[in-house]
């Protein structure tokens, strides 16, 4: 069965550092899709990006930055330089082709909290 | 465009009351879904739907029903609050396709006494 794994439930950091949340994942599915959802704290769920399972190709867009190893079978997300405004709850989420209706699979989530 | 919106954003209910969420997309979506989550969980989806007139069960259907007589509306049910559906419901839509986004409501926190 799927399963994602957030192993960190919190992290805390002062304004500027680098974050980088992990994303482990398990699935019987070749192909998929990976996301990572923000949930600021007004409650609402945002999309920030996706990666499917034939790119592994890693990209930067902004401060965000995501590694996706299919070999280890992780999906790890960066904020670069963080802000006060990027505390919030991460989530990783995985789509699978079998799954019917789109459904998602969620991490558990981490809390980060961005000291000023 | 309002997105997805859910009514009503907070409820307190006692153990055995019955209450309907209401959710409503304006972006013509096909597919409607209900979470719910609790702390250090994620989101657990309730029940689905994929289209007007149909549902099907997610992960935790269970003290829950459904209804999808509009394609823009999903309503979510309890029939009989029990304590352990104290949680905060979110409902979220999108378009067909694996690789498609899910957008989200603001949610509704539930408390059942």
């Known amino acids: 069965a799927q399963k994602v794994t957030q192993a960190q439930t919190e992290i805390s950091v002062v304004e500027k550092e680098d974050v980088t949340l992990d994303c482990v994942y398990e699935t019987r599915d070749t192909t998929y899709y990976l996301f990572w959802y923000k949930q600021p704290p007004s409650g609402e769920l945002v999309f920030l990006i996706r990666?499917?399972?034939?790119?592994?190709q890693n990209e930067i867009s902004g401060r965000y930055s995501w590694n996706f190893q299919k070999s280890t079978s992780s999906f790890n997300f960066t904020i670069t330089a963080s802000q006060v405004v990027d505390s919030a709850v991460y989530f990783c989420a995985l789509s699978e082709i079998k799954a019917a209706g789109n459904k998602l699979t969620f991490g558990g989530g981490t809390r980060v909290l961005v000291k000023p | 465009n309002a997105g997805v919106t859910q009514t009503p954003k907070f409820r307190v209910l006692k153990t055995g009351q019955s209450m309907t969420l209401l959710c409503a997309q304006d972006m013509n979506h096909e597919y409607m879904y209900w979470y719910r989550q609790d702390p250090g969980m994620g989101l657990r989806l309730i029940h689905y739907?994929?289209?007007?007139?149909?549902?099907a069960k997610g992960e935790v259907p269970d003290g829950y029903n459904v209804s999808r007589l509009k394609k823009q509306n999903f309503l979510l049910g309890l029939e009989s609050a029990a304590p352990s559906q104290t949680s905060v419901y979110f409902c979220?839509?999108?378009?067909?396709?694996?690789?498609?986004?899910?957008?989200f409501g603001p949610g509704t926190r539930l408390t059942v006494t």
């Open positions: 739907s994929v289209g007007e007139g149909t549902t």
């Open positions: 990666r499917n399972s034939f790119d592994e």
């Open positions: 979220a839509s999108s378009r067909p396709g694996m690789d498609k986004e899910q957008y």
